[in-house]
């Protein structure tokens, strides 16, 4: 698998949260801020900070 140097595939950003791929999808969705990935066929690539960033909004708005 070719990495995207500073992206995280959205299995890893699952895991990482302890959610399921399917709200990571949902959520992409929804939020402008996940909105911002890179999409390369099936795989979807997101920036570190970004899901970073989305993390502490989420833990703010009481979601994660």
Same mark, same amino acid.
């Given at each position: 698998?070719?990495?995207v140097p500073g992206h995280l595939t959205k299995q890893e950003v699952a895991a990482r949260y302890g959610v399921d791929d399917k709200t990571i999808d949902r @959520? @992409?969705?929804t939020e402008p801020l996940?909105?911002?990935c890179i999409k390369a066929g099936k795989r %979807?690539? +997101?920036? !570190? !900070?970004? %899901?970073e960033r989305? +993390?502490?909004y989420a833990q703010k708005r009481g979601w994660i």
């Open positions: 698998m070719n990495r @959520r @992409r969705k996940l909105a911002n %979807v690539w +997101f920036p !570190e !900070e970004v %899901v989305y +993390f502490q």
